[in-house]
């Protein structure tokens, strides 16, 4: 047999031409179908994916509430359990401007300068100080610089390390001041050096210091 009549007698087992036009749109239609049926599919299980990811986040975000609102109910629990009570206030903020900041850190750059002028303008007109050994002035401003001008010209040089301030605003009493910790070395004229820690309290009243407390501890 030749291959041109083998090539004949194989046509017969193939669709005729005809049949095939007929079928070609079901074919098509059934492959929309599965196309579509096929996204449906892939969008049903996306959506389940996200539904699943949220409940997740939901989930995570309540434990975290829940345990952020067992924090402050302890915090607020223990703080009713102290066993002291504040004479003065427990009730402090921050609320004290960068102006009186700079202005109480600056009193302390004059002195350590040697500027008691200067220093003079950052004070009230009336003062109230607690000295570190004790000793107590309520007066006026000029009266004040004359200590302090006496105690500053026995020195020959002052060197002041700053370690921390913090602000502190009383807004019951709508009192200010500025806490301050730092170490200071004063060198006499006659040779002697002092080295100690300082903590001091500097209250504010528009703009100026009108109450200064100082506590000194030697350093070693």
Known sequence: ??????????NKDYLPHSDLIVLFPLLITTLLYLIFNLKQFIMKRTFLCLC??????SCNNSKTESASTSTDTTAKSTMTDLPYTASYSSNFTDEVSDADLKMV??????????????????MGDSVYVQFNNGDKFNGTKA?????????????????IQMQVWKKL??????????????????????????????????????????YYDQYKRPAK
């Open 105 to 122: 850190l600056m009193t302390y750059k004059d002195w350590a300068d040697g500027n008691i002028s200067n220093l003079a303008n950052s």
């Open 1 to 10: 047999m030749t291959r041109n009549n083998i090539f004949l007698s194989s």
């Open 143 to 159: 009266d004040l610089m004359k200590i302090w001008n006496k105690t500053r010209d026995s020195l020959s040089s002052v060197t």
């Open 169 to 210: 605003y009383e807004p019951n009493k709508k009192e200010a001041a500025i806490l301050t910790w730092y170490k200071e070395i004063d060198t006499y004229k006659t040779g002697r050096v002092d080295s100690a820690y300082y903590h001091d309290i500097n209250g504010i009243k528009d703009g100026k210091i009108n």
């Open 52 to 57: 699943f990811a949220m409940f997740l986040f």
